[in-house]
């Protein structure tokens, strides 16, 4: 793909973000006007953390789903600008990523559209949505970090199609128990120790892929690629779970500024190639 076709296709993602954003602020004003915004009864908490001392804020929920919907069209244009005439095999999986973060927005259909009261085919779809999203947004990663090599310019396409779809058939396929949901607005899905453990390993060899050519050739700026992507994963897995302001603010910060000292990082690695 070439810079020009795929500064298009970024260009277009962004208008339909954009799109996207005032769709989800349009739908999310009308169900509070009409007064259909209401909190799950009797949501489960998964993520416990604090939970003793933070309590659970239905308001901070919507915050945090809402956060997505403005964070995408941001990390869109500003990877158009940073990367606009740098041709990086990370920006394919970055979008990759963000593409996950949309997929957390459909929780808004859960909170504001009160699908939590239903068990509907629509409810389904969400509930698989969200854990293609989560599967997809770290593995994305991954791959951005292992398959940057020269070697696998000409791939980039084929191994990004077979991250798409590696997602979504464990998404399709995995077991989801629609008669409960979640303080995050979710439904709960079955072998939740096996996802999170999952999506943990997942971070890790990440982390260790970063960390490896940072130890053999002391590069600053793998310092900062490797450091900045624990601010923005670990922001992004916060934000998910944030069922509390605490989190909220927490989540909010550690993404969004390690979205902007990633893709920095990585211009910056591209420029002295």
């Not at 069209?73 to 996950?100: D, R």
């Not at 302001?245 to 550690?254: A, Q």
Request: proline residues 3%.
């Amino acid at each position: 793909m070439t810079i020009r076709v795929r500064n298009r296709l970024i260009l277009i993602l962004f208008v339909l973000t954009i799109a996207n954003l005032l769709l989800g602020c349009g739908f999310l004003l009308l169900q509070a006007v009409k007064g259909l915004l209401q909190a799950p009864e009797e949501p489960v908490r998964t993520f416990r953390l604090f939970s003793n001392v933070l309590n659970y804020s239905f308001a901070a929920t919507v915050a945090g789903i809402m956060f997505f919907f403005f964070y995408v069209p941001a990390a869109v244009i500003f990877l158009f600008f940073c990367f606009e005439k740098t041709q990086s095999i990370e920006v394919m999986f970055f979008l990759g990523f963000l593409l996950g973060c949309i997929c957390e927005e459909s929780r808004l259909l859960i909170c504001a559209g009160g699908l939590w009261q239903t068990i509907s085919a629509t409810l389904i779809f969400v509930g698989r949505l969200t854990v293609t999203g989560r599967l997809l947004a770290p593995l994305s990663l991954l791959f951005a970090s292992l398959l940057n090599g020269n070697s696998q310019r000409q791939n980039t396409e084929r191994n990004f199609l077979i991250l798409i779809l590696i997602s979504i058939i464990i998404g399709k396929s995995f077991p989801l128990n629609t008669t409960y949901t979640t303080t995050t607005c979710t439904v709960l899905w079955s072998y939740r120790p096996l996802f999170t453990m999952s999506r943990a390993l997942v971070f890790i060899a990440t982390i260790i892929t970063l960390l490896l050519p940072v130890l053999q050739t002391k590069s600053q700026e793998g310092k900062k690629t490797l450091i900045s992507y624990a601010f923005m994963i670990n922001g992004y897995f916060i934000l998910c779970n944030a069922d509390n302001f605490v989190f909220l603010i927490l989540g909010m910060l550690l993404l969004s500024t390690g979205t902007f000292f990633y893709l920095k990082s990585v211009h910056s690695t591209y420029l002295w190639k």
